[in-house]
Antibody, heavy 119, light 112 residues
Framework: EVQLVESGGGLVQPGRSLRLSCAASGFTFDDYAMHWVRQAPGKGLEWVSGISWNSGSIGYADSVKGRFTISRDNAKNSLYLQMNSLRAEDTALYYC????????????WGQGTLVTVSS | QSALNQIASVAGSAGHWLDIPCTAIGIDTDTGEFENVAWYQQHPGKAPKLLLYDVTERPSGTSDRFSASKSGDTASLTISGLQPEDEADYYCSSYTNSDTFLFGSGTTVTVL
């Protein structure tokens, strides 16, 4: 059974940093691209960042480019998101999502970790 | 600025059908940027669930009451035989040529 478990969220002041983690199990992690998608309270989904299986291809939404860094450790079956210079508008539930491997779609999602940026 | 526009809400009677459109704005559909449309269903307090990918393909577990199509810059999700459990938010998504993804603004479905 595929499982994605996010952690690392919490309350952080504007301008500070936070690192999210996603522990993956139930599939061959290093065969698939992985992504972070966020959802602000009461709002829609926003793709944040994605990374290919070997970290050779990485993309970011314009809203986080230059502030967030995605990475993965295939030996640990883990995905990370380093978030710097956090802003109030980064407040959201952050989901880890697995790319399907047969299409540009996300076939498994975690339950999310909540990041709140507030003074 | 690229975007996928969806209507905010739509309602339909149980047993009937409804369409949810998703319109690409600022996306070059001529170069294949709107080819990999996917649809997601999200119930309140739950993670999104993949419903369809590559415009029309259903992953295992998706009911055949859900179907989709695309013409030009507009993709559409059709829900047939509406059931109470179909009440949820629905999002379209597309990969772009710049290694990024877009989500639509989301549509809330109400079953009357």
């Amino acid at each position: 059974e595929v499982q994605l478990v996010e952690s690392g969220g919490g309350l952080v002041q504007p301008g500070r940093s936070l690192r999210l983690s996603c522990a993956a199990s139930g599939f061959t992690f290093d065969d698939y691209a992985m992504h972070w998608v966020r959802q602000a309270p009461g709002k829609g989904l926003e793709w944040v960042s994605g990374i290919s299986w070997n970290s050779g291809s990485i993309g970011y939404a314009d809203s986080v480019k230059g502030r967030f860094t995605i990475s993965r450790d295939n030996a640990k079956n883990s995905l990370y998101l380093q978030m710097n210079s956090l802003r109030a508008e980064d407040t959201a539930l952050y989901y880890c999502a697995k790319e399907s491997g047969y299409s540009y779609a996300f076939d498994y999602w975690g339950q999310g970790t909540l990041v709140t940026v507030s003074s | 600025q690229s975007a996928l526009n969806q209507i905010a809400s739509v309602a339909g009677s149980a047993g009937h059908w409804l369409d949810i459109p998703c319109t690409a704005i600022g996306i070059d559909t001529d170069t294949g940027e709107f080819e990999n449309v996917a649809w997601y269903q999200q119930h309140p307090g739950k993670a999104p669930k993949l419903l369809l990918y590559d415009v029309t393909e259903r992953p295992s577990g998706t009911s055949d009451r859900f179907s989709a199509s695309k013409s030009g810059d507009t993709a559409s999700l059709t829900i047939s035989g509406l059931q109470p459990e179909d009440e949820a938010d629905y999002y379209c998504s597309s990969y772009t040529n710049s290694d990024t993804f877009l989500f639509g603004s989301g549509t809330t479905v109400t079953v009357l």
